[in-house]
């Protein structure tokens, strides 16, 4: 069974900077678009970023110019770069497949407050 393990999150203040990282434990990880995914608390899981098999992202538009994904087939890691966070980006993100989807992993939590 597949295993997602995603860690680097914590508290930031406004404006500050976070790498998420992701860790899969599929043999075939390289062939999957890989998305990060973040719930914040009361709402839906939401997609936020994901990127190709070739490795082109797809940025969504309300953390667009702020966030980065990138993936590193050999470490069958995926990164989430956060750059200008705010309050409104507090939640805990998850990555995954974007399609075939595996188990969620535990997530990490970041907290984005002055």
């Known amino acids: 069974q597949v295993q997602l393990v995603e860690s680097g999150g914590g508290s930031v203040q406004p404006g500050g900077s976070l790498t998420l990282t992701c860790t899969a434990s599929d043999k075939i990880f390289n062939i999957y678009t890989m998305a990060w995914y973040r719930q914040a608390p009361g709402k839906q899981r939401e997609l936020v970023a994901d990127?190709?098999?070739?490795?082109?992202?797809t940025i969504r538009d309300s953390v667009k110019g702020r966030f980065t994904i990138s993936r590193d087939g050999a470490k069958k890691t995926v990164y989430l770069q956060m750059n200008s966070l705010k309050p409104d980006d507090t939640a805990v993100y998850y990555c995954?497949?974007?399609?075939?989807?595996?188990?969620w992993g535990q997530g990490t939590q970041v907290t984005v407050s002055s």
């Open positions: 990127i190709s098999s070739s490795g082109r992202p």
């Open positions: 995954n497949r974007h399609n075939s989807m595996v188990p």
